[in-house]
């Protein structure tokens, strides 16, 4: 099926299918790209309270002048602010200079001290998800979605058992060396979209130099990160989110080529023999949290 330009939300808002990554997008040039990105066709930027990056990312978004209602802005909440999560959103607003977000996600199902160096063990991220959904009941002027990320299939149960508030997203990790099956599926099946983090497989990604990518790359007339980003629009129930703060590839990342049913297949089959995460969830000291090439 052709690729998709926005994805619905069980809000009924409309997310625009390829935004802007910002992990390691420093302050200095992180402003730049995010007005770079939005003066050249995006709507759809991705930060963190993690990147410690949000007041530039608010500056890019105000040097570009875009109206505010034609961005979608997501940020999360940092693995050390579950206790205080109406504090951690005012804080994200704030640094972010904006009234509101479209999306605030829970960025690990895993509480963490202070510095997050540590796990913290007297706080379940069950909690935070009540927070967060007792927030956005009380402020839906401040948040219009909250969702997850780095959520596996067990976990995501636990929470929909209890949920009154069915996550809008849960944003993982997607690439052709993590192409996460159980859990794509069933975020489908309940109505949650995707959210394709590490796309071209992150930093110094061996998926550039993959040969079936480099194959299609040249067959379309694109770059290897074209054919990485387009695998996961082309997808429909999946956004997407490339990095990067090289003005020419913030650009040429958003050409989207549509790929046949058997190409995709192909891509998807690079998980079978060179399989790879670029952010393991035991980085968090919360072990494999439910996915099964750790548990
Ligand atoms: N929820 C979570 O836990 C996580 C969320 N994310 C989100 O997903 C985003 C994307 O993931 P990320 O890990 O950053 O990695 P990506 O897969 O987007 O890869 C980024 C890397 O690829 C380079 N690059 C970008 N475009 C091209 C191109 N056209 N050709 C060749 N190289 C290119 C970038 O370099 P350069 O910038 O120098 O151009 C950078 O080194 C993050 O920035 C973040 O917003 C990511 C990880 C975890
Ligand atoms: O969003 C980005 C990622 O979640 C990142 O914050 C973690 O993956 C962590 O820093 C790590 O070291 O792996």
Excluded at 69 to 80: A, S, V
Excluded at 115 to 126: A, G, K, V
Excluded at 152 to 159: A, I, K, M, T
Excluded at 251 to 258: A, H, P, R, T
């Amino acid at each position: 099926m052709p690729a998709s330009t926005s994805v619905k939300l069980n809000t009924g808002a409309e997310m625009p299918t390829i935004g802007l990554g910002t992990w390691k997008s420093a302050p200095g040039a992180v402003e730049l790209a995010v007005e770079h990105a939005l003066t050249h066709g995006y709507t759809h930027i991705d930060t963190a309270a993690a990147y410690a990056n949000e007041a530039e990312v608010g500056k890019g978004i105000a040097d570009s002048k875009i109206p505010r209602e034609k961005l979608f802005l997501t940020t999360k909440l940092n693995n050390n602010n579950h206790k205080d999560v109406p504090a951690a959103l005012d804080a994200s607003l704030k640094a972010l200079n904006t009234p509101y977000l479209d999306l605030w996600l829970m960025h690990w199902p895993a509480p963490m001290n202070e510095d997050t160096t540590e796990p913290i063990h007297d706080h379940d991220w069950l909690d935070t998800w009540k927070s967060m959904e007792a927030v956005y009941a009380a402020h839906p002027e401040k948040v219009k979605a909250i969702g997850v990320s780095n959520f596996s299939v067990p976990y995501l149960e636990r929470l929909l058992a209890v949920a009154t508030v069915v996550p809008a997203v849960n944003q993982i990790e997607l690439h052709p060396s993590c192409t996460q099956p159980e859990v794509v599926e069933f975020c489908t099946k309940k109505g949650i979209v995707l959210t394709a983090y590490s796309p071209l497989g992150s930093d110094n990604s061996p998926l550039l130099k993959n040969e079936v990518v480099n194959g299609l790359a040249t067959k379309y007339g694109v770059q290897p990160a074209n054919v990485l980003v387009s695998l996961q629009a082309n997808k429909k129930n999946v956004t997407v989110l490339p990095k990067s703060v090289t003005n020419s590839r913030i650009e040429s990342n958003l050409k989207v080529i549509d790929l046949t049913d058997a190409e995709i297949a192909e891509l998807q089959k690079i998980d079978e023999t060179a399989h790879f995460r670029a952010c393991k969830p035991t980085w968090t000291g919360h072990g494999g949290l439910g996915f099964p090439d750790f548990d």
